[in-house]
């Protein structure tokens, strides 16, 4: 499976942007999904996962209410909606599967990453 991560850019504190993971092979959509993030300094961090069925999601606290994870099996995509828009925000996103069907927000349990999208929030 490969992952091509894009809809990153620039935008302003408040504003809103959505990020596609578009995948390939025919098996992604009996996959586990994940968006994480990094920002320079600092540690890969969670952000969103959702189960192979666009059932159940997981968000940290830093982001729940404002970013939303979905996918649509019949694209072999997942989106990342982003809503009100931070300064801490600004890092670059990476998008995740892994081979198992559930939801997990360790990024140790992804089994193949997308190679990230930059997204700025000017303060």
């Known amino acids: 499976v490969q992952l091509q991560a894009s809809g990153g850019g620039l935008v302003q504190a408040g504003g809103s942007l959505r990020l596609s993971c578009a995948a390939s092979?025919?098996?992604?959509?009996?996959?586990?999904a994940g968006w994480f993030r990094q920002a320079p300094g600092k540690e890969r961090e969670f952000v969103a996962a959702?189960?192979?069925?666009?059932?159940?999601?997981n968000y940290p606290d830093s982001v729940k209410g404002r970013f939303t994870i979905s996918r649509d099996n019949a694209k072999n995509t997942v989106y990342l909606q982003m809503n009100s828009l931070k300064f801490e925000d600004t890092a670059v996103y990476y998008c995740?599967?892994?081979?198992?069907?559930?939801?997990?927000?360790?990024?140790?349990?992804?089994?193949?990453w997308g190679q990230g999208t930059q997204v700025t929030v000017s303060s």
């Open positions: 092979g025919r098996a992604f959509s009996s996959y586990g």
């Open positions: 995740a599967a892994r081979q198992s069907p559930w939801l997990t927000s360790f990024p140790g349990d992804y089994d193949y």
């Open positions: 959702i189960s192979w069925n666009n059932g159940p999601t």
